[in-house]
């Protein structure tokens, strides 16, 4: 059983169900001083069994931890570095594959997934090179939150084959070490380096590994939720990477919590440059395409997204989709994800042939 499997979100049920009747069973049992310590291990069996149910139904929901070793915090294994291991085949023909991103600027070695077009590696596919689209996922999440939980492949697949999407390799990084800390894909002040590992040696690796366009044009970034701060932070940090960015259900201030750390040790500069909403309002704009989307009942999301859209000015370009209800949750995104692979590719450059 996978953690987010119906069988195990059962078994969690059934235990919470076992647990309170545990609970009313021993509660006025036993005499003595000892009755105290039965009833408290009862209560906190029944607390411990409903949340363990209630994180199953988010895991379910949201995919963020889709095998057992993600939950213990060990990263999947990965080919070495060079080498493509294929994990799925679609029915159109697409390819998931898995590969290693060594980070030689970073320090930071990981593995990611990518997405392959139908026709890849076929006669005139062997002589393409394809527009890419990094993906980032919220957190806590990792690439099979786009792949499970929002059917990125079957997504694609079916806007490839309309014809309102061209041909592009979509390639799936992680943004964090484990599922406990958010790196918020920045350089972190004496820490870990995901600004570099995201914009370097993502590129570096995926250039050099696939036959995809190398040029700013051909590239695009998009992320959800947290995923969605980091693209469009990313982009205005580094408009010489991507020419286009899209988030759903971002956030647009640099935040520090419990999962974050002290990611920027007192540097005020560290995080206003790290801060879309702060960047827009006193930095130059580059030329960059924008598509920002949330639901109206994410009335945070909603409010900060306005408050980001009216400081916006050119050469900036945005373009806005509000959802009616879904709050701040995957249902959002699925329905909306169509439309922004479509987005995408009419602000990126078409596939190319390649030379040599």
Same mark, same amino acid.
């Given at each position: /059983?996978?953690?987010?499997?119906?069988?195990?979100?059962?078994? %969690?049920?059934?235990?919470?169900?076992?647990?309170?009747?545990?609970?009313?069973?021993?509660?006025?049992?036993?005499?003595?001083?000892?009755?105290?310590?039965?009833?408290?291990?009862?209560?906190? +069996?029944?607390?411990?069994?409903?949340?363990?149910?209630?994180?199953?139904?988010?895991?379910?929901?949201?995919?963020?931890?889709?095998?057992?070793?993600?939950?213990?915090?060990?990263?999947?294994?990965?080919?070495?570095?060079?080498? #493509?291991?294929?994990?799925?085949?679609?029915?159109?023909?697409?390819?998931?594959?898995?590969?290693?991103?060594?980070?030689? +600027?970073?320090?930071? %070695?990981?593995?990611?997934?990518?997405?392959?077009?139908?026709?890849?590696?076929?006669?005139?596919?062997?002589?393409?090179?394809?527009?890419?689209?990094?993906?980032?996922?919220?957190?806590?999440?990792?690439?099979?939150?786009?792949?499970?939980?929002?059917?990125?492949?079957?997504?694609?697949?079916?806007?490839?084959?309309?014809?309102? /999407?061209?041909?592009?390799?979509?390639?799936?990084?992680?943004?964090?070490?484990?599922?406990?800390?958010?790196?918020?894909?920045?350089?972190?002040?004496?820490?870990?380096?995901?600004?570099?590992?995201?914009?370097?040696?993502?590129?570096?690796?995926?250039?050099?590994?696939?036959?995809?366009?190398?040029?700013?044009?051909?590239?695009?970034?998009?992320?959800?939720?947290?995923?969605?701060?980091?693209?469009?932070?990313?982009?205005?940090?580094?408009?010489?990477?991507?020419?286009?960015?899209?988030?759903?259900?971002?956030?647009? #201030?640099?935040?520090?919590?419990?999962?974050?750390?002290?990611?920027?040790?007192?540097?005020?500069?560290?995080?206003?440059?790290?801060?879309?909403?702060?960047?827009?309002?006193?930095?130059?704009?580059?030329?960059?395409?924008?598509?920002?989307?949330?639901? +109206?009942?994410?009335?945070?999301?909603?409010?900060? /997204?306005?408050?980001?859209?009216?400081?916006?000015?050119?050469?900036?370009?945005?373009?806005? /989709?509000?959802?009616?209800?879904?709050?701040?949750?995957?249902?959002?995104?699925?329905?909306?994800?169509?439309?922004?692979?479509?987005?995408?590719?009419?602000?990126?450059?078409?596939?190319?042939?390649? %030379?040599?």
């Amino acid at each position: /059983m996978s953690p987010n499997s119906l069988a195990t979100q059962w078994v %969690s049920v059934a235990l919470a169900v076992i647990a309170a009747a545990g609970l009313a069973a021993l509660w006025n049992r036993g005499r003595g001083w000892w009755r105290w310590p039965l009833r408290a291990a009862t209560a906190l +069996a029944c607390v411990t069994t409903l949340a363990l149910v209630a994180g199953i139904w988010v895991n379910r929901q949201m995919n963020l931890f889709p095998t057992w070793s993600e939950v213990s915090g060990r990263l999947p294994d990965a080919p070495p570095v060079g080498q #493509l291991r294929v994990d799925q085949v679609s029915a159109a023909g697409s390819r998931i594959v898995t590969f290693r991103i060594p980070g030689p +600027a970073s320090g930071i %070695s990981l593995p990611a997934k990518a997405y392959l077009p139908p026709g890849y590696d076929s006669a005139a596919g062997r002589h393409t090179r394809y527009p890419v689209v990094e993906a980032l996922a919220g957190f806590p999440g990792t690439p099979s939150v786009w792949l499970l939980g929002l059917g990125a492949q079957a997504s694609l697949d079916a806007e490839i084959a309309a014809g309102r /999407m061209a041909p592009t390799v979509v390639v799936f990084p992680r943004q964090n070490f484990n599922q406990t800390r958010d790196s918020e894909c920045i350089d972190a002040a004496g820490g870990a380096k995901f600004d570099t590992y995201l914009t370097q040696d993502v590129y570096a690796m995926v250039t050099r590994l696939l036959r995809v366009r190398t040029d700013r044009a051909g590239w695009a970034v998009i992320g959800t939720s947290t995923g969605g701060f980091c693209a469009t932070n990313l982009a205005l940090r580094h408009p010489q990477r991507w020419s286009a960015v899209a988030s759903l259900s971002g956030y647009y #201030l640099a935040v520090t919590d419990p999962t974050t750390g002290d990611l920027y040790h007192g540097d005020q500069h560290l995080r206003d440059q790290n801060s879309p909403l702060w960047r827009v309002r006193n930095l130059p704009l580059p030329r960059l395409a924008l598509f920002l989307c949330v639901a +109206a009942d994410d009335r945070p999301g909603y409010r900060e /997204m306005q408050e980001f859209v009216t400081a916006l000015k050119p050469p900036v370009s945005v373009t806005r /989709m509000v959802v009616p209800q879904g709050g701040h949750t995957g249902a959002v995104w699925r329905a909306a994800l169509p439309t922004i692979w479509d987005w995408l590719s009419g602000w990126l450059a078409a596939p190319q042939p390649a %030379s040599g």
